[in-house]
Structures are given as structure tokens and as C-alpha cells.
């Protein structure tokens, strides 16, 4: 076998903004490593994304803010991102042991709909829950069933190296070939005893994954194609080796997902590749850790979870839940919880009320810029990144650079702070008035004519708040 590639030992390093290298946690090797491009100013960044057999849930929602965030922050240093997302819309099986049916033939059951309805409503139910939380469209959106000709040829390459073999049920890959299978997870094959955590069947080894999987004699799927192995349909992994790298190539700088890809998808990804092309398919590996409700993890087979949708029935808008998931490092679990939500929403207000405050925007301070690049080239530190906002707000510099600086900061954060605007109150114009006559006598400092007007607006059930840019009427809620 070819040398596995690592770091770009052959790539030039890219020059970062005020010399500030970005550092991102790999979890192949375990490490903080510097990102250095493989084709500087280029990154091609690949994402795992939704089985369509269900909506997206929330917690797999906080696995795409952060893919997001990775990509505005790659961005910000300088780079152009080819960021290619999978819809995975066959293949995965109800177990990671390639056993029990496909997800979708068990949705469309559940649902009443052809699997190929079903894909559809999710997802564009999954598309419009990104766009609703400020996540950027991925340049390339690809889907499983459209690349059936490309997950075949990645086979019959495996299968030509030797790494396969043929059982009653399909092509399954014989990790014990490899050396080094299991390394992004850490496994240990030779411990894993077959029978007790496994289910075998046919399998050689219990860590063999299929392929391809053959359709049940005398039954018709909804998703099945003709293959050199006969009518069937593709293994769960081999969609994302094989898009990946026909949209970025056999050795790509960054692959994403969720922290329970680590021990079968990811680590089958890398095998697959490994045994066709001789590489680990990307330079990083890089995963999302999970959201909890009640301290267990969030998933569609436990039979609860919340949709984006569930909290806007409650109320809260998207942003606020992007705003709650900033509050965390993407390599840290997180506990939902309403009270968390209600805290998000009043911080969240707060910060637009003050940007908006503060009126047009100037020259950005460069000692916060400097320090905010510093805090999000450090792995993605995102609390300590939205803390800088707060810091902002106390500090002793013009509403103009506050803005400026605050405004840079949102092209990572994503809450679209620049086009926000509060909910307009028809004002009656006399109070207009009482509260121009009371700004006149605060500047005059004539503070008692200043309290009996504000006792006067209080009375007509309004209330006036001293802005650096005038006085502002609200009603008293």
C-alpha cells in the first residue's frame, strides 16, 4: 500500500491575518495541529449529513452550526471553501452492524409515503431548518441515489485491490487486511469477540462492513440497482467515500460529522479509501460532540426529540438556538434545556438592541479584532469569542467602532446582527414631543423639568430610555 498522507509536507504554508496560525483538533491523530492547506487558498471541507428518513433533529442541527462556524472561520483566514454536504438517501441500515432493513424502506412504512416522496419532505424540511439558522449553503449538495455509478466503480476498485469478499447477502470489505483499521476510533479488532457484540452471520471478522448488499430473492425494493453483484443497493459508507472524493479528490483537507461517526462510519470511510487510493481520505477529521436532553444523548431511534420546529411552537426563534450553541465548544457536550433557551433569547435581544444602538458603523477596533481572531483560530473557541462581544459593549469607544468591530465578528457568529431591526412602534406624536422637551431641558441640566416630563410619559403609559443617539419611546409593556 501507498504511504498515507499527513500534514502538507509539500504544501506552502498560507499566510494567516496578523501572522495568527489556525489550530483545529484532528481527531485521526488525537492532536491540536496547525491547518495548513493542501492547496493553499483552497480548503475542500466535506460534511456528512442527514439520513432523510426523519427530520432533523436539534442536536443534529448543533453538528451543522458547528461545520458552519468552521467554514466562516476558514473563510475569515483568507480561504476559498468547497464545502460538499451528502443527503444520505439509502443504505443506512437500522444497525451499524449492517443488519435489519433500511432506514427509508422502514420510514416510508411508517410514514405512507415511496421512500422517494419521503426523501423529498425531509429533505427540504432539513434544508429550510439550515437556512432558518444562518447556516451557509454548501457549494455542492449531493445525494446518495445520484451517484450510484461512482459508489460502484469505488467497489469494483476495492474489490480489484483485494480487500472483499462475497457473501449469500453481499460485498462485504475484510478489515483484517488492513493493518492499521480502527485507528481515527481507536479500536482494537482482535478484541472485539465475535457473537457477543456482534451480529456475524457471514462476516469473517466482526468488524467487515458491507459494501454491497444484495436485494432478498423474490422481493422488490423501493431502491434497488443492477450491479456487477447483482441487483441490490449500496452499503451505508461507501456514499461518502466515493462523493468525496469525486467532488474533492482522493485526499481532501477537512471531513466533518457528528462524534458517533468516529467508531464505524468515519473509521469505514477511511478503510474504503485507504484500500483504493492510499490515503485517509482528508488531512483532518474533525466531530461535533452531542446535544443532551435530560443528560442523554438526543436521538431519533430513542423516540424523543426536538425539532427546530418544537421551538418555534414554543416561541423562540432560530437564531436564539444558533446563539445558544456559540455559548459552547463544539467538542463539549451540551445540556438543553428551556431555561438555557430563555437566557439565549434575552442575551441574543440585548446584544441587537445595543448594535442597533449604536447607529452607522465606522473603522473597526484592531486590538478587538486582533484578539477575536485569536480566540477563534484556537479550535473554534467560540465562548470565549461571544464573550469579546460582551466585553465590547463596556468598554470606552465610539458607538461607531463598537459597531464596525461587532459587525466582523457576526460574519462568524452568523446572527445576522446588520440587518436586524426592532419591531416598530407607532409612537402618538405629543409624546415624541414630551420626550424632545425633556432631552432639551437634560441638556440645559434642568433635571427637575427633566423628571416631570419623564413622570408625564410614564403616565401616558410609555416609557423613554437615553440612547447615545437620543431618546427612545417604547411602550410600558
Not at 458552519?68 to 483566514?77: F, G, S, T
Not at 442523554?296 to 414554543?314: C, I, N, P, V, Y
Not at 442575551?347 to 484592531?366: F, I, T
Not at 464573550?387 to 445576522?416: H, N, R, S
Request: aromatic content about 12%; hydrophobic content about 35%.
Amino acid at each position: 500500500m501507498t504511504n498515507i498522507r499527513q500534514s502538507g509536507a509539500h504544501s506552502r504554508i498560507f499566510r494567516y491575518k496578523n501572522g495568527m496560525t489556525l489550530q483545529l483538533y484532528d481527531t485521526y491523530t488525537r492532536s491540536l495541529r496547525e491547518f495548513v492547506a493542501l492547496h493553499p487558498p483552497h480548503v475542500g471541507l466535506y460534511a456528512c449529513g442527514l439520513t432523510v428518513y426523519d427530520y432533523a433533529h436539534i442536536g443534529n442541527l448543533r453538528t451543522y452550526i458547528f461545520e458552519d462556524i468552521l467554514r466562516r472561520v476558514l473563510r475569515y483566514n483568507g480561504y476559498t471553501v468547497t464545502h460538499v454536504q451528502n443527503i444520505t438517501d439509502v443504505g443506512h441500515l437500522v444497525s451499524d452492524e449492517d443488519t435489519g432493513e433500511d432506514k427509508m424502506e422502514k420510514g416510508s412504512r411508517r410514514t405512507g409515503m415511496t421512500a422517494w416522496e419521503m426523501a423529498a419532505l425531509y429533505t427540504h424540511h432539513f434544508k429550510n431548518d439550515l437556512r432558518q439558522l444562518h447556516v451557509l449553503e454548501p457549494t455542492i449538495w449531493c445525494q446518495a441515489t445520484d451517484h450510484i455509478p461512482e459508489q460502484i466503480a469505488l467497489i469494483q476498485c476495492i474489490e480489484a485491490k483485494g480487500y472483499t469478499y462475497r457473501t449469500s447477502d453481499g460485498i462485504y470489505f475484510d478489515t483484517s487486511l488492513l493493518a492499521d483499521y480502527g485507528r481515527l476510533a481507536r479500536l482494537n479488532p482482535e478484541g472485539q469477540q465475535a457473537g457477543v457484540r456482534v451480529d456475524m452471520a457471514e462476516k469473517r471478522n466482526p468488524t467487515d462492513f458491507a459494501l454491497w448488499k444484495s436485494s432478498p430473492p423474490d422481493t422488490h425494493r423501493q431502491m434497488e440497482w443492477p450491479s456487477p453483484w447483482g441487483m441490490g443497493f449500496p452499503g451505508w459508507h461507501i456514499e461518502c467515500s466515493a462523493m468525496a472524493a469525486k467532488y474533492l479528490g482522493p485526499f481532501f483537507d477537512i471531513h466533518c460529522g457528528g462524534e458517533d461517526h468516529i467508531p464505524v462510519h468515519h473509521t469505514n470511510e477511511i478503510a474504503q479509501t485507504q484500500a483504493c487510493y492510499g490515503t485517509n481520505l482528508a488531512n483532518f477529521w474533525m466531530h461535533g460532540y452531542f446535544l443532551q436532553l435530560s443528560d442523554a444523548k438526543m436521538s431519533k431511534s430513542a423516540g424523543e426529540f426536538l425539532r427546530l420546529q418544537t421551538l418555534l411552537d414554543r416561541g423562540y426563534e432560530p437564531l436564539a438556538y444558533r446563539y445558544y450553541c456559540l455559548n459552547s465548544h463544539y467538542r463539549s457536550k451540551l445540556n438543553f434545556s428551556w431555561q438555557g433557551m430563555d437566557a439565549a433569547t434575552t442575551s441574543l435581544n440585548r446584544l441587537r438592541q445595543a448594535v442597533y444602538e449604536w447607529g452607522a458603523a465606522g473603522l473597526p477596533d484592531q486590538a478587538f479584532l486582533d484578539r477575536f481572531q485569536t480566540q477563534v483560530n484556537d479550535d473554534l473557541n467560540m465562548p470565549r469569542a461571544l464573550a469579546l462581544a460582551w466585553e465590547l459593549l463596556k468598554v470606552d469607544l465610539p458607538a461607531a467602532a463598537k459597531k464596525a468591530t461587532i459587525l466582523v465578528f457576526d460574519q462568524i457568529y452568523g446572527l445576522g446582527l446588520a440587518e436586524w431591526q426592532p419591531n416598530l412602534e407607532i409612537i402618538p406624536s405629543h409624546i415624541i414631543q414630551l420626550a424632545q422637551q425633556r432631552q432639551a431641558a437634560r441638556d440645559a441640566q434642568n433635571w427637575a423639568e427633566a423628571d416631570r416630563l419623564r413622570e408625564q410619559i410614564t403616565v401616558a403609559g410609555y416609557t423613554v430610555q437615553d440612547t447615545p443617539i437620543g431618546p427612545k419611546v417604547r411602550t410600558i409593556s
